[in-house]
């Protein structure tokens, strides 16, 4: 199993950035592709970004591209997203996800899940 811790959140202006962190903590994190989605309210939870467990490939949602950077260090047990201009429209919930089965799938998919933390964004 593992633990998610998320951080990073926060308010920010349009057009700014903010960098998101997760911990893991408990074995084999570098075993899991990890991913992170998010939800605004009245909305279901949408896929974010995804990073296999070697690093290796990244992938992101149409509307994050370009502007969004996953990353992770398996040595610290830790995965990151990276926001740059922010849109009021990417203000969310976020959630860091592990998965050792999927890496761009559903959430139902992904097994285990930080308790999330808040990006508001003002226009």
């Known amino acids: 199993q593992v633990q998610l811790v998320e951080s990073g959140g926060g308010l920010v202006q349009a057009g700014g950035s903010l960098r998101l962190s997760c911990a893991a903590s408990?074995?084999?994190?570098?075993?899991?592709?990890m991913g992170w989605f998010r939800q605004a309210p009245g909305k279901e939870r949408e896929f974010v970004a995804a990073?296999?467990?070697?690093?290796?490939?990244?992938y992101y949602s149409d509307s994050v591209k370009g502007r969004f950077g996953i990353s992770r260090d398996n040595a610290k047990k830790t995965v990151s997203l990276q926001m740059n201009s922010l849109k009021p429209e990417d203000a969310a919930v976020y959630y860091c996800?592990?998965?050792?089965?999927?890496?761009?799938?559903?959430?139902?998919?992904?097994?285990?899940w930080g308790q999330g933390t808040q990006v508001t964004v003002s226009s």
């Open positions: 408990g074995r084999s994190f570098s075993n899991y592709n």
């Open positions: 996800a592990a998965s050792n089965t999927v890496v761009r799938g559903s959430a139902t998919e992904y097994a285990y």
């Open positions: 990073i296999t467990w070697t690093g290796r490939s990244t």
